[in-house]
């Protein structure tokens, strides 16, 4: 009996989606529950299991077609026999052992398993640093890197051995026309390589998004720096209990968290967003926390930041940041938002300027720690300082409310205690 595999239903906002990677080939078995085929949306990659154990039949759809909710992708024959006469659930069995000696692929993000098999590798074959085993694309990398690969090694191989012989030639053309070794000459040193790919489709709905809030949104940002001396202090002397009573680091984005939520409280324009000729005023703190992952940039939000203490923040942040990682993060958890921070400073930003998240009217950005000589009381000091940005929508954001709110932000961060005596 024939199946069919269909694109799984889509988000309301998501017109269509693109086939990204198929996982087997036509006449391989397949088992209940495997996943078959990824399908990348603008904001998520989708998981396309098998319906039923039997033998993959024909691919309607091939790698890179843009598909929609539904739409027929390909065929499983229900309890066939797959090529070489073992039953599909046999086949599946077999082929799942290697893999479940080690790291099973289907831990793997898709980026990942895309990449293993361009490498011709197999997840038994990178050792993964993540949790339970967990490759990461950094894993694939390293793997490369040591010589993991038959295909990397003959590469080199054959590299240096051109390389060889350009040398060689080029020596000789030297020698025949008098030339030094050492001298400047016009010979070949390397190749001019160029490696042409189509964006995915959540790189190019970012780039549409960025350039729409610069196109429609009068942006403008402020600037301020912080004195991160206290709450490095008192993170110093309460880390390691607030990490054993609660199961999570205390890091940097927990606080700044907790005083944006008390600074929205203060500036209602802030949590403002506009709809048409309307201002719409949010009665509650839904903050997005900018995240990178393998795919791009995403925005989880977390919802009601207002009756979380800094352990849930961190709790949730570090949630999202696993499920970036794996490609996991569901529509839902990246929908809406009244406020967005950005923390460039993970990867040593010193200062930049943040880009809205539509139609959001305002974002922090927060940078790297870095030690400066600051004035206090009329001495030059050395205290760890971070720079700190607000971009804002200045058709609904005066910039004295801004400003005001940077600085609130800033005075808590600095006072710590002033959030816990809501001061």
Request: charged share 20%.
């Amino acid at each position: 009996m024939t199946s069919e595999i269909k694109v799984p239903t889509l988000p309301e906002s998501i017109a269509d989606a693109t086939i990204v990677t198929w996982h087997k080939k036509e006449g391989d078995a397949v088992s209940r529950d495997e996943v078959l085929v990824d399908v990348e949306t603008d904001k998520v990659v989708l998981e396309v299991p098998a319906a039923e154990d039997g033998v993959l039949g024909k691919i309607i759809e091939g790698e890179g077609t843009t598909v929609t909710a539904h739409q027929v992708i390909g065929t499983i024959e229900a309890g066939a026999v797959a090529a070489g006469g073992a039953s599909a659930a046999a086949a599946a069995s077999a082929d799942a052992a290697p893999a479940a000696a080690s790291a099973d692929a289907g831990q793997t993000s898709p980026s990942v398993r895309r990449m293993l098999s361009e490498n011709g590798l197999s997840a038994a074959d990178v050792k993964g640093s993540g949790k339970n085993g967990r490759i990461s694309q950094e894993d694939v990398e390293k793997h490369l890197a040591s010589g993991g690969s038959k295909a990397a090694a003959g590469a080199a191989v054959a590299t240096a051995a051109a390389g060889a012989a350009v040398a060689s030639g080029s020596a000789a053309a030297a020698a025949s026309s008098g030339d030094a070794p050492g001298s400047i000459g016009t010979g070949v040193v390397g190749e001019r390589t160029e490696r042409r790919v189509p964006m995915t489709r959540l790189r190019a709905r970012i780039a549409e998004r960025l350039l729409s809030a610069s196109q429609n949104t009068a942006m403008l940002t402020t600037f301020n720096e912080v004195d991160m001396s206290n709450f490095i202090t008192l993170r110093g002397e309460y880390k390691d209990r607030f990490e054993k009573s609660h199961g999570i680091k205390l890091g940097f984005m927990s606080i700044f968290l907790k005083a944006a939520t008390e600074a929205l409280k203060r500036y209602p324009d802030i949590n403002a967003s506009i709809d048409g000729n309307d201002v719409v005023y949010h009665g509650y703190c839904d903050i997005g926390v900018a995240v990178s992952s393998e795919r791009g940039l995403v925005v989880p939000v977390l919802r009601n930041t207002e009756y979380m203490g800094l352990a849930d923040i961190e709790k949730s942040i570090a949630d999202y940041a696993g499920k970036a990682r794996d490609g996991k993060l569901s529509i839902e958890e990246m929908t809406g938002g009244t406020f967005t921070v950005s923390n460039g400073g993970v990867f040593g930003s010193l200062l930049s300027t943040p880009i809205l998240n539509p139609p959001q009217s305002a974002i922090l950005g927060m940078h790297a720690t870095q030690d400066r000589p600051i004035a206090v009381n009329g001495e030059v000091v050395i205290r760890p300082m971070m720079y700190v940005a607000l971009s804002y929508d200045h058709r609904i954001v005066d910039g004295k409310g801004a400003v005001g709110f940077l600085k609130t932000i800033k005075e808590l961060v600095e006072d710590p205690a002033r959030i816990v005596f809501d001061l």
